[in-house]
Nanobody, 115 residues
Framework: QVQLVESGGGLVQAGGSLRLSCAVS????????MRWFRQAPGKEREFVAT????????NYADSVKGRFTISRDNAKRTVYVQMNNLKPEDTAVYYC????????WGQGTQVTVSS
């Protein structure tokens, strides 16, 4: 079955960095664009970043552009997001999602940025 397992979250001070990972199984990873979303308390889930199947094209929400970098390793069936210069408003649960099986979500990983 489809599984997405996010990891790498934690507590960090403003200006710090984290690298999130999402390991997947149960579908053709290399055939799917991958996305990161996040959901802050009391808010709707929002788009963060996306990467094409071959990793050659990426797009970001304006709020993270220049600070976050999405990448993928098709051999490891894993997608990453490097988050630099973190801000308190980046505090959220972060989820990865696959375009070809978009109804599936992992458990997410909590990122907390203290001021």
């Amino acid at each position: 079955q489809v599984q997405l397992v996010e990891s790498g979250g934690g507590l960090v001070q403003a200006g710090g960095s984290l690298r999130l990972s999402c390991a997947v199984s149960g579908f053709a990873f290399s055939a799917s664009a991958m996305r990161w979303f996040r959901q802050a308390p009391g808010k709707e889930r929002e788009f963060v970043a996306t990467i094409s199947r071959d990793g050659g094209t990426t797009n970001y929400a304006d709020s993270v552009k220049g600070r976050f970098t999405i990448s993928r390793d098709n051999a490891k069936r894993t997608v990453y997001v490097q988050m630099n210069n973190l801000k308190p408003e980046d505090t959220a649960v972060y989820y990865c999602n696959a375009a070809i099986v978009s109804q599936y979500w992992g458990q997410g990983t909590q990122v907390t940025v203290s001021s």
